[in-house]
Nanobody, 116 residues
Framework: QVQLVESGGGLVQPRGSLRLSCAAS????????MKWDRQALGKERLWVAS????????HYTDSVKGRFTIDRDNDKNTVVLQLNSLITEDPAVYFC?????????WGQGTQITVSS
């Protein structure tokens, strides 16, 4: 079955950096667009970034452009999200996700807290 396991979250100071990782299994990873979403406390889950199956095309929501970078390693079945210049609007649970035959799968998420 499809499994997505995120890691790398934690507490970081404003303007700090974190690197999130998502290990995928149970599907042919190299064939699918991968995404990162986030959900702040009490708010809806929102798309953050996506990367094409071959890694050549990436897209970001406006609020993270220039600060976050999505990448993938198809040999290791992992997708990463590098978060730089974190601001107070960034704290949330971050999820990696994949859409397969009309169904979206998410991992359990990893929490990011930004605080001085």
């Amino acid at each position: 079955q499809v499994q997505l396991v995120e890691s790398g979250g934690g507490l970081v100071q404003p303007r700090g950096s974190l690197r999130l990782s998502c290990a995928a299994s149970g599907f042919r990873f190299s064939l699918y667009t991968m995404k990162w979403d986030r959900q702040a406390l009490g708010k809806e889950r929102l798309w953050v970034a996506s990367i094409s199956p071959d890694g050549r095309s990436t897209h970001y929501t406006d609020s993270v452009k220039g600060r976050f970078t999505i990448d993938r390693d198809n040999d290791k079945n992992t997708v990463v999200l590098q978060l730089n210049s974190l601001i107070t609007e960034d704290p949330a649970v971050y999820f990696c996700s994949v859409l397969i035959f009309g169904s979206t799968f998410w991992g359990q998420g990893t929490q990011i807290t930004v605080s001085s």
